[in-house]
């Protein structure tokens, strides 16, 4: 039982560059989220999903996109990374939207 | 706005000596208060809900309490493994899906 996986670890991107982040759970969860966290800031979520082939805005989603095209899988899309995306992002998942969200390790990103 | 206020922003312990990290909130509504627990380089790792003001939860050396206005992170006799950053989040009615969080408390333990 993995919990929640993220790939890659780490990665650079130089600016006008797209790229994908995978997040990966087996606990048979229906919510998940992405979060990023920066430095002298909570952690902020980016989008959600509240079951397999939906996807909802959260609080700053701007520059991103999202799919939940299986229930165990929910993927972060970077279309053109700007330097403001650099950041570490956390993947979560909870059974259900009032239950413990579970997170992943986090992907660190750095956009030249 | 929902806010999450965690004080303080850095502590520093002896090894042995017991103290309180607090999470201090302004909600509309609330549903549950997580805390949860992040070393260096991993993600946050959860440790308690609470969800109505009394109530208490402990595990090992931690203790997390709630009132209508904050919750408190009781840490008795801290060990240097004890040292993380220990964060804050708060669940409302308005809005279920969605964790606010706190700034987070770096909490270092000598030994």
């Known amino acids: 039982n993995a919990g929640v996986t993220q790939t890659p670890k780490f990665r650079v991107l130089k600016t006008g560059q797209s790229m994908t982040l995978l997040c990966a759970q087996d606990m048979n969860h229906e919510y998940m989220y992405w979060y990023r966290q920066d430095p002298g800031m909570g952690l902020r979520l980016i989008h959600y999903s509240v079951g397999e082939g939906t996807t909802a ?3 700053v989603p701007d520059g991103y996109n999202v799919s939940r095209l299986k229930k165990q899988n929910f993927l972060l899309g970077l279309e053109s990374a700007a330097p403001s995306q650099t ?3 956390f993947c979560a998942s909870s059974r259900s939207e009032q239950e413990t969200q579970y997170f992943g390790p986090g992907t660190r990103l750095l956009v030249l | 706005e929902d806010q999450v206020t965690q004080s303080p922003e850095a502590l520093r312990l002896q090894e042995g ?6 999470c201090s909130y302004t909600v509309s509504g609330l549903r549950g208060l997580f805390w949860y627990r992040q070393d260096p380089g991993k993600g946050p790792e959860f440790l308690f809900t609470l969800y109505s003001a009394g109530e208490e939860k402990e595990k090992e050396r931690l203790k ?5 206005k904050e919750s408190f992170l009781h840490i ?3 060990k240097p493994e004890d040292s993380a950053t220990y964060l804050c989040a708060v669940q409302t009615g308005r809005s279920n899906y969605k964790l606010t969080f706190g700034k987070g408390t770096l ?3 000598n030994p």
């Open chain 1, 57 to 59: 805005k959260g609080e």
């Open chain 1, 87 to 89: 950041s570490v992002y």
């Open chain 2, 17 to 22: 000596e017991s103290s309180s990290l607090n």
């Open chain 2, 64 to 68: 997390a309490t709630l009132t209508k």
């Open chain 2, 76 to 78: 008795t006799a801290p």
């Open chain 2, 107 to 109: 909490l270092t333990v």
